[in-house]
């Protein structure tokens, strides 16, 4: 089996360097920085801090040196999904790109370069400490599930078996919009919270003021989520107050303030953005989400 | 002709004393020593719309000033308490007038003595170089209205005073109109500015940011509607106008959230979330704009 990792930075290295752990599996990896993929090439692409893993794996910044491969697994930032895959369709013209990608609209950006896509959501996190070395902050699980009828679920359950083996748990479901708007909603409804004021998780969730404003966005998420009959895996809600307490993410930053605060572009128009736009084509009022997106948006254009 | 104490010496408060300080006696209370010796020593410098430099009399204590006819309160609202408590006591006779952004600025001064009150609103805006030295830059008005134990003619009295200096003013039979018209171009604009880190430029009349502002605007006009309050002006007009000027003024509350001074968060927006509450009307996305201003002020040197 043959896989290729499109987009190597934190998430996409966690995969690739487990996967490269399979005697099965042919790793590859396309990524926009030189001198990560040549540490990658020279010296393996290394993990470290919730695992200790060193992968083996062919890396490129060339998408025409790429083979073809079963499956693609697109780990880029949301706003260069479209630029990431239309460079390495050709790769993936018999195979399966799956997104592991935060935000909505992701599998739609896929759906109009590639022919089969599978939709996904994971939980792991990491940083890039120097190119090659990943720390690995968060173990966590991934849900894959096929995007539309041309995806069987048994191709699905083919990948999900060989993250898992590699050491990256994830299950194959018949529906995996449930986890991912679930991480949507919870993303959306605490990230550009913490953007726009400075505080962390923990601080946004003890300011009465600011946990019922999260409260009001989780409301419309899972509303837009309703109408959609999509069933979340779990309550948004739950996890926020999970994450608030002091021993599991009350001092996170999250990383819409370090976006903001290094001035980079963030995943706004995925997450609020896209709930708002999901929101119109349902009928669902955001006027919450609209607001939060109206002044992220802001934010960026003051750079 | 009048005399006039200015209480607090800001950009307002130094544009308010210079100006007089043209036409009439004034003095001007000031928190530091230093502040109150350099003014003394060197008069108060204008530039801008205007240059020449004015003498004033300065000084930390309110006892040390003359009984003057007229206190102006400039201070900025975040230390209103502070200014007021220092009244307590002093200027017997005089008239007090507040100038402070927002609402309730009156009743925080009415708690600390029994002077006749004066309410207004300004639109005037400078930057201040130093402790003595103010550039005039927007000479746009200030309103002035009746307020405890005045008349309009009182206020008539004030705004010619302050035309005379060189100052545009406004007398109003009732400021509420105008002071809500403020409010929530205020509420809005101030805060959007501040958690964005927007100069007041035309974003605030596009898209996105410009739904969100007209949203916004929406909610203050029927906040102000519920409580019985006809609008002076449509605060989205103003929003439109000001953003086409050309030089995009940085609000005071961006100013202070880049400095991580308190803001006037309280008597601006947290205000018109009151007064809508009181009068029964929902005001979701001010709630929101409110909230996050008073968590990026809890969040300073974070």
């Known amino acids: ?303 | 002709m009048m005399s006039v104490c200015v209480a607090g010496a800001g950009t307002i408060g130094s544009l308010l004393a210079g100006h007089l300080g043209r036409v009439t006696d004034v003095s001007v209370l000031v928190r530091r020593e230093e502040h109150a010796r350099a003014l003394n020593r060197d008069g108060l410098r204008v530039s801008g719309r205007a240059d020449f430099t004015a003498r004033v009399t300065a000084s930390t204590e309110p006892a040390d000033l003359p009984v003057p006819d007229l206190v102006i309160v400039a201070c900025k609202g975040s230390d209103l308490e502070g200014v007021a408590a220092r009244l307590e006591g002093e200027f017997d006779g005089a008239t007090v007038m507040t100038i402070q952004n927002g609402l309730g600025a009156e009743e925080v001064v009415a708690a600390r003595g029994a002077w006749p009150l004066l309410s207004s609103v300004t639109f005037m805006s400078g930057t201040r170089h130093s402790d003595t030295h103010v550039e005039y830059i927007l000479d746009t008005e200030t309103w002035i209205g009746p307020n405890r134990g005045t008349t309009a003619n009182d206020a008539r009295l004030v705004a010619d005073l302050l035309d005379t200096s060189g100052l545009k003013a406004q007398a109003f039979d009732d400021l509420r109109p105008a002071q809500w018209s403020k409010l929530v171009f205020n509420a809005t604009v101030n805060g959007v500015a501040a958690l964005t880190g927007l100069p007041h430029d035309p974003h605030f009349a596009g898209e996105p940011l410009g739904d969100l502002v007209h949203a916004l605007v929406d909610e203050g006009k029927a906040a102000a509607a519920a409580s019985g309050v006809e609008l002076w002006e449509d605060p989205w007009e103003m929003n439109v106008l000001a953003t086409q000027r050309g030089s995009a003024h940085s609000p005071s509350m961006l100013e202070d959230v880049r400095a991580q001074r308190p803001t006037e968060v309280e008597l601006i927006n947290g205000s018109l979330v009151r007064a809508a509450h009181a009068a029964g009307v929902p005001v979701p996305l001010q709630e929101t704009i409110y909230a996050l201003v008073r968590g990026k002020e809890a969040g300073y040197s974070a």
Request: hydrophobic share 40%.
């Open chain 1, 1 to 303: 089996m043959r896989i290729c990792v499109v987009g190597c930075g934190a998430v996409g290295s966690l995969f690739a360097a487990n996967l490269a752990q399979l005697d099965d599996v042919e790793v590859w990896a396309y990524d926009a920085s030189q001198a990560h993929v040549d540490a990658i090439n020279a010296n393996g692409l290394r993990l470290s801090g919730a695992g200790e893993v060193t992968g083996r794996l062919n890396a490129t910044t060339d998408a025409s040196a790429l083979p073809p491969c079963d499956y693609g697994i697109v780990a880029t930032k949301a706003m260069h999904t479209d630029a990431a895959i239309a460079a390495t369709a050709h790769a993936f013209a018999d195979g399966y790109v799956a997104t592991v990608q935060n935000g909505l609209g992701n599998e739609q950006t896929l759906a109009r370069h590639v022919e089969r896509v599978i939709r996904g959501t994971t939980f792991p996190a990491g940083k890039i400490l120097e190119p090659g070395h990943v720390q690995w902050d968060v173990k966590g699980d991934t849900t894959l599930g096929p995007y539309d009828e041309r995806t069987p679920l048994e191709v699905v359950e083919r990948l999900a078996d060989a993250c898992t083996r590699g050491g990256m748990p994830t299950k194959a479901v018949a529906d995996a919009r449930g986890p991912q708007w679930r991480k949507v909603i919870f993303n959306a409804s605490t990230n550009p919270i913490g953007a726009l004021t400075g505080l962390t998780h923990g601080r946004v969730c003890e300011r009465p003021d600011l946990r019922a404003l999260v409260g009001g966005l989780v409301d419309e998420g899972k509303a837009v989520a309703a109408a959609q009959d999509i069933v979340l895996d779990a309550d948004p809600e739950d996890l926020i107050d999970h994450a608030a307490q002091k021993h599991v993410a009350y001092d996170h930053k999250a990383s819409m303030l370090q976006d903001v605060e290094a001035k980079r572009q963030t995943e706004i128009d995925y997450l609020n953005g896209g709930i708002a736009r999901f929101g119109r084509e349902y009928g669902v009022p955001t006027p919450l989400n609209d607001a939060i997106w109206a002044l992220v948006k802001g934010v960026e254009a003051s750079w």
